[in-house]
């Protein structure tokens, strides 16, 4: 059995690199979810907000990135499912679809997908449309996200943007340009 990483071509992921198998897309599919798991215990309160700074909305979309549209989709959706039915890998090691955040991971299977689709086409290798694709990937979170929260919650919309969006946008700026110097470089390491 050969442990060769495939070479580059057009229409790859990072995970495409990997040599092919059933068990490599299960095996990533398990791991995106548990990464995704496991940022998500890095969570900080948010004073005036039911949902807190996570890493969770970073591994969401590294994973899409990475895996691709389908795997990322099935990794996401691994992970809501699983913290649904009770492990407790949500953020604060909660579990349910109960949380005001839970439109949050809802709106995190839909940019996972997006941004795996974009990194097919090339967004995760160069800075500038890294940059995009996170920034999309944010944006399709919270379309989804703070509505859920306004429903959830009873708040009005403007609230929901007061507490569920704008304390948040400094954080995912800095995911997004952590994001920008990680999947190019990635790139130029693997092309040498």
Same mark, same amino acid.
């Given at each position: 059995? +050969?442990?060769?990483? !495939?070479?580059?071509?057009?229409?790859?992921?990072?995970?495409?690199?990997?040599?092919? $198998?059933?068990?490599?897309? =299960?095996? /990533?599919?398990?791991?995106?979810?548990?990464?995704?798991?496991? !940022?998500?215990?890095? $969570?900080? &309160?948010?004073?005036?907000?039911?949902?807190? *700074?996570?890493?969770?909305?970073?591994?969401?979309?590294? *994973?899409?990135?990475?895996?691709? #549209?389908?795997?990322?989709?099935?990794s996401l !959706?691994?992970? #809501?499912? %699983?913290?649904?039915?009770?492990?407790?890998?949500?953020?604060?090691?909660? $579990?349910? +679809?109960?949380?005001?955040?839970?439109?949050? =991971?809802?709106? @995190? =299977? /839909?940019? +996972?997908?997006?941004?795996?689709a974009l990194?097919?086409?090339? %967004?995760?290798?160069?800075?500038?449309?890294? %940059?995009?694709? @996170? /920034?999309?990937?944010?944006?399709?979170?919270? !379309?989804?996200?703070? &509505?859920?929260?306004? *429903?959830?919650?009873? @708040?009005?919309?403007?609230?929901?943007?007061?507490?569920?969006?704008?304390?948040?946008?400094?954080?995912? #700026?800095?995911?997004?340009?952590?994001?920008?110097?990680?999947?190019?470089?990635?790139?130029?390491? =693997?092309?040498?």
């Amino acid at each position: 059995m +050969s442990t060769a990483v !495939a070479p580059v071509r057009p229409g790859q992921v990072l995970a495409d690199l990997l040599p092919a $198998s059933r068990v490599r897309d =299960i095996a /990533l599919v398990v791991g995106g979810a548990a990464l995704t798991g496991l !940022a998500a215990q890095i $969570s900080v &309160p948010v004073p005036g907000s039911p949902v807190p *700074v996570t890493g969770q909305t970073f591994a969401a979309l590294l *994973v899409g990135t990475t895996l691709g #549209a389908g795997r990322g989709f099935l990794s996401l !959706a691994l992970y #809501a499912i %699983a913290g649904v039915a009770g492990m407790p890998w949500f953020a604060g090691a909660t $579990s349910g +679809s109960a949380a005001p955040s839970f439109g949050y =991971i809802l709106g @995190m =299977i /839909l940019a +996972s997908t997006v941004v795996g689709a974009l990194a097919r086409r090339g %967004a995760d290798r160069s800075v500038l449309r890294t %940059a995009g694709a @996170m /920034l999309l990937g944010e944006a399709i979170i919270y !379309a989804v996200g703070v &509505p859920y929260l306004a *429903v959830a919650t009873g @708040m009005s919309a403007s609230a929901a943007v007061a507490a569920g969006l704008t304390p948040f946008l400094l954080g995912d #700026a800095l995911k997004a340009a952590l994001a920008m110097g990680l999947l190019p470089s990635a790139w130029k390491l =693997i092309k040498r």
